[in-house]
């Protein structure tokens, strides 16, 4: 049988450990990720085609300028920031790449730069820390490279795909994105070797 003095320990520790929970919850960050000019800056196009096994695959580049923002009382470190997209009814998620900081001419003088997730430039530290109440932004690169059957789900010259974020947490946040085609030479405006990352 427990003592008084062990019931008493048991109701304490039980108390504080749902105190430590109920801050913790109150507390959470709260992710949200959306694109940042839906209308403009969410594309996807063709690359040269590459091998793989000794097959010819179709490969593409898909880019996309998103805001992470935290809605929640805790700072919180982004630590991933994935594609989705459903290829014959199964989802296949695509990793970032690297790529310079893109960048577009205004005018004749003016040259706006722009910030890459998770990963330092020339302008930009990449930061991926998102603190209460504070947001950050940035490019992130994707390259789908498929061979078969297997091909993106492009109609009307749009596709769809999904970005899901998750924090050091695990502390998760999906938006949904509509692709524009582009040509590749108008990609190569704003990163002029884009179609020779990952060759």
Do not use: C
């Amino acid at each position: 049988m427990l003592s008084i003095l062990e019931i008493f320990a048991l109701m304490l520790a039980i108390v504080n450990g749902s105190i430590l929970l109920w801050n913790y919850l109150r507390v959470k960050p709260i992710l949200i990720v959306e694109p940042i000019h839906p209308d403009t800056h969410q594309w996807f196009f063709k690359l040269p085609n590459g091998v793989h096994q000794n097959k010819k695959t179709r490969k593409y580049g898909i880019l996309t300028y998103i805001s992470i923002s935290n809605k929640g009382l805790r700072d919180v470190s982004v630590n991933s920031w994935r594609l989705q997209i459903k290829i014959q009814k199964k989802s296949k998620e695509f990793k970032p790449m690297n790529i310079p900081e893109p960048q577009y001419q205004l005018g004749t003088e003016n040259l706006k730069i722009f910030p890459v997730l998770g990963q330092k430039g020339s302008q930009f530290q990449g930061h991926t820390m998102v603190k209460s109440g504070d947001s950050i932004s940035g490019f992130a690169y994707y390259q789908p490279e498929f061979y078969g059957d297997w091909n993106l789900p492009v109609k009307e010259n749009k596709l769809m795909g999904k970005i899901l974020i998750k924090s050091v947490f695990g502390n998760k946040s999906t938006t949904n994105i509509q692709f524009k085609k582009i040509s590749i030479e108008k990609a190569k405006k704003m990163i002029p070797d884009i179609d020779k990352i990952g060759t």
